[in-house]
């Protein structure tokens, strides 16, 4: 096993210098990811909200994070997407650090949150188009999945000290996810270059360019709006609307699974929540090189369609039996199947977007992304309310399903050379 995933860690040797700072950075902010999987916890068990009210005030977050997403994707090609990236993050670090002096206020707490959210918002369209316009088709997999990766060894130590410090003092998870955000994104501020326009390449590196253009003539810059790009690559609306479905799934590990833990073990629910956690991201460290490796060369589509079924899978298994380790073994399947998400949205995106309006097209994925996942939150606390947790997770075992099929569906029309794809 050791030596298997060894060998899947050489995909991440010879990448450029500045995609090893963004992982570092990464890294960081992971460690400091206090707050979003807990925020449903932090509002009912600290706040005092019902199930319900909580999950319309993660809604709220969502559409926050939607909005900054939306203004940061127009923001990021005119003023430069390192520029947004950073200067999101810095401003949303600030505002957590100020919302740790008002961690029990039951209504500034939440405020904050949200303005700080918009901020990650913006620098969201701006990073993922860093991180595509440092890499090429040929290592995107790897520059992708080592960012990811680097993220989540942070975050499963990060979770499992908040799981401890949730009942200690609210304050210091507000603190150290703000100082982490602050730490982190300096590295990419000092450290990280913006890369040159595509005309002002220099000649060895354009040459490069050319190579990987002649792949595929997708990433090559295109006048006209975002609209006009996308009317032209119908692919990439489909894409987002199989997406979304996922991302419902998915979403209930940090929205539905709290809550639910805590509904069977009561006040031992947040520590084997953060103990779940913290399997998740390491499990994620372990898969993501194997899983990359295993994929590589079977497209992006089919990774999505088996991410579909794993979801399924694993909330399968979670509802099935109330034995503690049953949850660990879901929470494992959980994190393949985040794996193969994160890593195969991503190099989809970037390989179908033209240079020229990539922060653009990211903003356009994630609000529609979102548009679609955020009544879920309150839907879900509404279903939890009326039909109960079994039947709940059932919904969500059929979206997963649906959502596989329509990847499924997708995958065919590459091979039917209807939908448009990067050749392998």
Not at 149 to 164: H, K, M, Q, T, V
Request: aromatic letters at 10%; hydrophobic letters at 50%.
């Amino acid at each position: 096993m050791f030596k298997r995933v060894r060998e899947s860690l050489a995909i991440y040797q010879g990448l450029p210098r500045d995609i090893y700072f963004i992982a570092l950075s990464r890294f960081i902010l992971g460690l400091g990811n206090f707050i979003m999987p807990f925020l449903v916890l932090l509002l009912t068990q600290k706040l005092g909200y019902s199930e319900a009210i909580a999950s319309t005030v993660v809604m709220i977050v969502m559409c926050a994070f939607m909005v900054g997403g939306m203004l940061g994707g127009k923001l990021a090609d005119s003023l430069g997407h390192k520029n947004m990236m950073v200067g999101g993050e810095l401003l949303a670090g600030i505002i957590l650090i100020i919302c740790g002096f008002f961690a029990n206020h039951h209504y500034i707490a939440p405020a904050l949150i949200i303005i700080a959210y918009v901020m990650v918002g913006t620098s969201v369209p701006g990073g993922n188009a860093l991180a595509a316009n440092l890499s090429t088709p040929k290592n995107r997999s790897a520059v992708m999945s080592m960012s990811y990766l680097a993220y989540n060894i942070g975050s499963g130590i990060g979770s499992l000290l908040a799981g401890y410090l949730f009942w200690f003092d609210s304050s210091i998870i507000y603190w150290c996810n703000g100082i982490a955000v602050i730490v982190g994104i300096s590295l990419v501020a000092y450290y990280v270059r913006e890369p040159k326009p595509h005309n002002d390449l220099t000649a060895q590196h354009q040459e490069h360019q050319e190579e990987d253009e002649s792949a595929s003539g997708l990433e090559e810059d295109m006048t006209g709006s975002v609209w006009q790009v996308l009317k032209a690559r119908p692919q990439l609306i489909a894409f987002g609307l199989s997406c979304t479905l996922l991302y419902v799934s998915m979403t209930q590990m940090t929205v539905l699974s709290p809550l639910y833990v805590t509904h069977i073990f009561d006040k031992q629910g947040p520590e084997l929540y953060g103990q779940l956690m913290t399997l998740a991201c390491i499990a994620v460290v372990i898969l993501t090189p194997i899983l990359v490796k295993a994929t590589h060369g079977h497209g992006e589509l089919k990774g999505l369609m088996w991410c579909g079924s794993l979801l399924a899978l694993g909330y399968v298994i979670m509802i099935a039996s109330q034995w503690v380790p049953a949850f660990f073994v879901a929470f494992f399947v959980l994190a393949a199947a985040e794996v193969l998400l994160v890593t195969n949205e991503n190099v989809y995106i970037a390989n179908q977007s033209p240079r020229s309006h990539r922060g653009r097209i990211s903003s356009v994925m994630n609000t529609l992304k979102n548009v679609g996942m955020v009544p879920a939150y309150v839907v879900m606390g509404l279903l939890v309310e009326g039909i109960g947790y079994t039947a709940t997770w059932l919904c969500v075992v059929v979206i997963s399903l649906i959502s596989s099929a329509a990847f499924m569906w997708m995958a065919h029309k590459v091979h039917w050379g209807k939908i448009g794809e990067i050749p392998r």
